[in-house]
T-cell receptor
Framework: AQSVAQPEDQVNVAEGNPLTVKCTYS??????LFWYVQYPNRGLQFLLK??????LVKGSYGFEAEFNKSQTSFHLKKPSALVSDSALYFC??????????FGQGTELSVKP | DTGVSQNPRHKITKRGQNVTFRCDPI?????LYWYRQTLGQGPEFLTY????????KSRLLSDRFSAERPKGSFSTLEIQRTEQGDSAMYLC??????????????FGSGTQLSVL
C-alpha cells in the first residue's frame, strides 16, 4: 500500500533562514508525490507535485521539493523562510485508484 | 473557477442525531472526494466519486456514513446516529482529470462537526 511519513510534528525556523520539511514515502511502482499547505481555517492548498522528470520540483510561494529515489524521500524546501510561511504542511502520495494518501502533517513555525 | 464550496462551515449536534453536509465542486470537475481530518492528523480518505458513480469507500468507514452525488455535480455526506468520535473537520475536494497521474485536488474550507 502507498504511504507517506512525516517524521517531524513541528519545525521551527528563524525568518530568512532556509527551511526543510521532511517526507518519506513507501510505494509500489512509480511514486506520484504532492505537497499541500493548510493555513488556519482554510482548506488545503496545492504547493507542488512530482510525477516524473527532474528531481528538483519548483512550486508555489517559492517552495521546492527534492525527490530522492534511493532515500525514498521528498523533502520540501525553501531558501529563505517568511513568517507568513507558518502553517501546516502535508505530504501526500497518489495511490493506484487516484486518491491522495496524506501524511500526518508538520507544523512549520517561522519566527521573526 | 469559484473554488470548492462546503456548507455549513460549522455544525454542532447532539449525539444520536443525523447530520448532512454539502459540497459543491468546481463546475467542470468530474471527480469529487471526501476526507475527514482530526486535530493533529492529516486528512483521512472517506470516499470518492467520478461523476455520479461512487468508485471507492474507505473500509474504515462506518455504515452510518453515506455519500451521494446524484447528478454528478454537488455531493452530500450524511452521518446517521452521530457519535462523539465523529467530531472532526470534513473536507471535500475535486479534480478535473479522470485518474490522470498529474491531477491535483482542489479543497474546500471544510465543515467542522462537533458532536456533544
Amino acid at each position: 500500500a502507498q504511504s507517506v511519513a512525516q517524521p517531524e510534528d513541528q519545525v521551527n525556523v528563524a525568518e530568512g533562514n532556509p527551511l526543510t520539511v521532511k517526507c518519506t514515502y513507501s510505494v509500489s511502482g512509480n511514486p506520484y508525490l504532492f505537497w499541500y499547505v493548510q493555513y488556519p481555517n482554510r482548506g488545503l492548498q496545492f504547493l507542488l507535485k512530482y510525477i516524473t522528470g527532474d528531481n528538483l520540483v519548483k512550486g508555489s510561494y517559492g517552495f521546492e521539493a527534492e525527490f530522492n529515489k534511493s532515500q525514498t524521500s521528498f523533502h520540501l524546501k525553501k531558501p529563505s523562510a517568511l513568517v507568513s510561511d507558518s502553517a501546516l504542511y502535508f505530504c501526500a502520495v497518489r495511490d493506484l485508484g487516484g486518491k491522495l494518501i496524506f501524511g500526518q502533517g508538520t507544523e512549520l513555525s517561522v519566527k521573526p | 473557477d469559484t473554488g470548492v464550496s462546503q456548507n455549513p462551515r460549522h455544525k454542532i449536534t447532539k449525539r444520536g442525531q443525523n447530520v448532512t453536509f454539502r459540497c459543491d465542486p468546481i463546475s467542470e470537475h468530474n471527480r469529487l472526494y471526501w476526507y475527514r481530518q482530526t486535530l493533529g492528523q492529516g486528512p483521512e480518505f472517506l470516499t470518492y466519486f467520478q461523476n455520479e458513480a461512487q468508485l471507492e469507500k474507505s473500509r474504515l468507514l462506518s455504515d452510518r456514513f453515506s455519500a451521494e452525488r446524484p447528478k454528478g455535480s454537488f455531493s452530500t455526506l450524511e452521518i446517521q446516529r452521530t457519535e462523539q468520535g465523529d467530531s472532526a473537520m470534513y473536507l471535500c475536494a475535486s479534480s478535473s482529470n479522470s485518474g490522470a497521474t498529474n491531477e491535483k485536488l482542489f479543497f474546500g474550507s471544510g465543515t467542522q462537526l462537533s458532536v456533544l
